[in-house]
């Protein structure tokens, strides 16, 4: 990959996207993962107004120091950053009290989502004062290999800038644009859960395992002949989870009323 001309290909179509829109700025929520801390960076580089939000519920620490640190780098090097950090602790809370939830795997799941969506919804509040366009942070294989995030939470954006860019191509362009060490290094998590548990772990797949699957099932590398037990394996995942997630990608689906009905 041309890492430096895509940076500067993916920098002019965020601005020209934005000010197509007759749009001000963009705002970015900031997790403490590589894919933000990639996307705000670009943002910045815009020059345009860039809004960076830290919006932690039951945060672990390490994944909010993260985003805090990466946040400080960011306004040190770009003076459009502006940051705001709103604690959602309490409004997630409350919500739990009036659903009063059972302590059931799908629930704890459906809880994790509702985590995404009050992001989404404190992003839209800000992008809506502001006139900014909601920046999505999610890549390649998590949009449309495997569906690895909330329908209507961080999947609810106006723009994805580097959601044409597999997660290995993602942390090219972090080495290139010198993110901090701490979030290069960091097993990627999507931060929604009580405990430490990475993507990986949820998954049940790396995500070099994953861009191997996805490139092979797309036609763009050649099949071996002899599958390991382990590539059979990952190929069942990927399958499973790109069958399963295309009600997130694809159109709403809508009742067209027959015309002899009308």
Known sequence: M?????????????????????????????????DSAVTSTLAAKTGLPTLVIDMPIHQKKDQQSRGLEHITWLKSKFDNVESLSLDLTSTFDEFVKVVEPENQEQTLLS?????????????????????YLVTGTGNKIEDFGVGFFTKYGDGGVDISPIADLMKSEVYEIAKELNIISSIQQAKPTDGLWE??????DQIGASYDELE????????????????TERQKE?????????????????????AKIPKELR
């Not at 809880?111 to 006139?131: D, E, P, S, V, W």
């Not at 405990?195 to 990986?200: A, F």
Request: no cysteine; aromatic share 8%; glycine share 6%.
């Open 195 to 200: 405990d430490n548990r990475t993507d990986e």
């Open 212 to 227: 191997w699957a996805m490139n092979l099932l797309l036609g763009s590398q050649k099949k071996p002949t002899d599958l």
């Open 2 to 34: 041309r890492t430096n001309q895509v940076i500067d290909f993916i920098t002019q179509w965020m601005k020209d996207y934005t000010l197509s829109a007759r749009q001000k700025g963009l705002v970015i929520g900031i997790s403490g993962g590589i």
């Open 111 to 131: 809880l994790a989502n509702t985590r995404a969506r009050l992001r989404m919804a404190a992003l839209y509040y800000y992008a809506g004062i502001h006139h």
């Open 234 to 254: 990952v190929l069942a995942i990927f399958q499973r989870l790109n069958k399963a997630m295309q009600h997130k990608v694809n159109p709403i689906p809508v």
